[in-house]
């Protein structure tokens, strides 16, 4: 019924820049809530941005002025500006979703994830 597709994951030095897109399909009538979240190798699965439909974005402390959540809501689409890049935001990064399906229904969906690797 939906699909979200994230990209723009890869490697890059201490300090860069990467922008993660996060593209829904199906459906779709309307997206509510598009997040992002993070799981780095032997750690839980942790919240980095989250923003609902009028709202703004709420960052994890941990990212608080480096990373920046957006949407394109025509596209169905969200984005994850990443500046100052650390190692330790070395992480797969999934977006997920909160889509209200032309049925009417709620759906949590979520993306296959993204590799992120910050290392010099």
Do not use: H
């Not at 593209?23 to 942790?46: C, D, F, H, T, V």
């Not at 709420?58 to 990443?82: C, H, I, P």
């Not at 992480?91 to 910050?118: F, H, K, M, P, R």
């Amino acid at each position: 019924q939906v699909q979200l597709v994230e990209s723009g994951g890869g490697l890059v030095q201490p300090g860069g820049s990467l922008r993660l897109s996060c593209a829904a399909s199906g459906s779709i009538l309307s997206i509510y809530a598009m997040n992002w979240y993070r799981q780095a190798p032997g750690k839980q699965r942790e919240l980095v941005a989250v923003l609902t439909s009028g709202g703004s974005p709420n960052y994890a402390d941990s990212v608080k002025g480096r990373f920046t959540l957006s949407r394109d809501s025509a596209k169905n689409t969200g984005y994850l500006q990443m500046n100052s890049l650390k190692p330790e935001d070395t992480a797969v990064y999934y977006c997920n979703a909160d889509i209200i399906l032309v049925t009417g229904e709620l759906l949590d969906s979520w993306g296959q994830g993204t590799q992120v690797t910050v290392s010099s």
